[in-house]
């Protein structure tokens, strides 16, 4: 048999009749296919544990997965082979924890409200590949590493260096938050999948057959960059946030990576290396978005790539290939050398209406420059 423990937030305001008519259902279905457990209410949250015959506790999870009156489930523990049921006399017992003053249930309670809180911090800090595997009932510690193909995005803020020396920590800070906030919604918009952010620079990636979505997702985001800087205060910070895009697609290992005690959920191979090394060719080329051929091979007939040549990318001794799209959006208006001198100024536009102690922006420098 298998246990499945789980939580989950109402997706809307519940009242008591709804929360009762949910466990006379689930008592009545449960009976006929010999499920027993417990469905607990605190709040805004269920709390439910199901057991029975392994199938069937399965059918039950993914039905409930797909239900609209749960949002953001979290599975706590799936157990198999279990021996002995915790419930055998409950098809369901539907407790409201709400309607109970016995301070026994108190501390049950708080432990419940703790669990909610904990689940959306750890929904903000976690890859979205792992919370799926919790969310399926899947130990994310037994994913084993397995070879994929990926389409592997990296941007990095252009003069990065001479931000951080020009403005405050606070200015800096928004600054990052809007340029990953405008990354993470078009990523993940196009199905992309951000894996991490580096300092200043956010590594994702798309499925090996998606680079339609990974050059739109790309576009999506210059041209909301372009809006941020048009529409800001002329003294904003957000004037000066240009970013290097650079796309490569190769087969890479995905999967846990770590120690005993640390790991990570992310994508390593030649093919990260390629998006990273072309990323930096961005300045040399004047192109605010340039790719590999492996790219543009997978590319759909609507584009209309720009081959802007061979290069060779650092740390590599093959020659890579490395095309852009011929649009406004992908191109600078002058050269790197000019824009930069364009990002310099405004920061000293910006700089001197603000000050900050030069050692806090020193220190921000020494954290954030690569």
């Not at 002995?84 to 709400?98: A, G, K, N």
């Not at 909610?116 to 969310?135: D, F, P």
């Not at 087969?251 to 790991?263: W, Y």
């Not at 390629?274 to 091979?297: D, G, H, M, P, Y």
Request: hydrophobic share 40%.
């Amino acid at each position: 048999m298998k246990r499945i423990t789980y939580i989950s937030n109402f997706s809307r305001s519940l009242i008591k009749s709804e929360i009762e008519s949910i466990g006379h259902v689930s008592q009545k279905h449960n009976s006929q296919e010999d499920i027993t457990g417990v469905l607990m209410s605190c709040g805004s949250m269920f709390f439910q544990i199901l057991e029975g015959e392994d199938g069937r506790v399965d059918r039950l999870y993914a039905k409930i997965l797909k239900d609209e009156r749960h949002h953001q489930i979290r599975c706590l523990k799936s157990e198999e082979n279990i021996e002995q049921r915790w419930f055998p006399d409950w098809p369901m017992e539907i407790i409201i924890l709400d309607e109970k003053n016995d301070l026994l249930l108190q501390p049950i309670k708080i432990l419940l409200q703790t669990l909610g809180e904990s689940k959306i911090i750890l929904a903000n800090y976690t890859h979205s590949g792992v919370l799926q595997a919790m969310e399926n009932g899947i130990n994310p510690l037994t994913l084993i590493p397995r070879y994929t193909e990926k389409i592997i995005f990296f941007a990095d803020i252009m003069s990065f260096a001479s931000i951080t020396e020009k403005l405050q920590v606070t200015e800096v800070v928004e600054l990052l938050n809007q340029f990953f906030t405008v990354c993470t919604n078009a990523i993940a918009a196009r199905g992309g999948e951000v894996t991490k952010f580096i300092g200043d620079c956010v590594m994702a990636y798309f499925d090996g057959d998606h680079a339609d979505e990974a050059l739109q997702a790309s576009l999506d985001v210059l041209s909301e960059l372009e809006n941020l800087r048009n529409q800001s205060p002329v003294n904003s910070p957000l004037r000066v946030l240009y970013v290097g895009i650079g796309l490569s697609k190769g087969t890479v290992l995905e999967g846990n990576i770590g120690s005993q005690t640390k790991k990570e959920y992310t994508i390593i191979g030649d093919a990260v290396n390629v998006a990273a090394r072309i990323e930096s060719l961005t300045r040399q080329l004047n192109r605010f978005l340039v790719f590999s051929a492996a790219v543009r091979e997978g590319l759909s007939d609507s584009w209309k790539p720009l081959r802007l040549g061979d290069f060779y990318a650092k740390g590599r001794e093959a020659i890579v290939e490395v095309y852009s799209i011929d649009a406004p959006l992908t191109s600078q208006k002058s050269d790197f050398y000019a824009l930069n001198q364009e990002i310099r100024e405004q920061l000293d536009l910006i700089g001197s209406e603000t000050s900050e102690p030069s050692k806090q922006r020193k220190t921000l420098f020494m954290l954030y420059d690569r």
